[in-house]
């Protein structure tokens, strides 16, 4: 059974940093782009980072640029999001998304829908 599980999530007040990781179990997806995506009650789930297989290409919201980082350890099947000089308006649940059909693409998505597997999410909730 395929699992991606997240870590990291609390607790912040504004101004302060987090770092999110999500460790994959039952397949390997070293040759496959990840991402994060977070959502908030009432809103679509909105995309915040990915990254390619390789760990070389990263995509990020301009909501996030310049505060927020991505990065993948492929030999321990997890990814991290770094995150920065947190505000507010970055509360929500955070979830760990995965490809797993095309392998060594060198580029990154940013649409939820070319992502087959998900994480359950963890909460970021930052105080102001």
């Known amino acids: 059974q395929v699992q991606l599980v997240e870590s990291g999530g609390g607790l912040v007040q504004a101004g302060g940093s987090l770092r999110l990781s999500c460790a994959a179990s039952?397949?390997?997806?070293?040759?496959?782009?990840m991402g994060w995506f977070r959502q908030t009650p009432g809103k679509e789930r909105e995309f915040v980072a990915s990254?390619?297989?390789?760990?070389?290409?990263?995509s990020f919201a301009d909501s996030v640029k310049g505060r927020f980082t991505i990065s993948r350890d492929n030999v321990k099947n997890t990814v991290y999001l770094q995150m920065n000089s947190l505000k507010p308006e970055d509360t929500a649940v955070y979830y760990c998304a995965a490809n797993g059909g095309t392998h060594f693409y060198s580029g990154t998505y940013v649409n939820s829908r070319d992502y087959d597997y998900w994480g359950q999410g963890t909460q970021v909730t930052v105080s102001s």
């Open positions: 990254i390619s297989w390789s760990g070389r290409d990263t």
């Open positions: 039952g397949r390997t997806f070293n040759s496959n782009a």
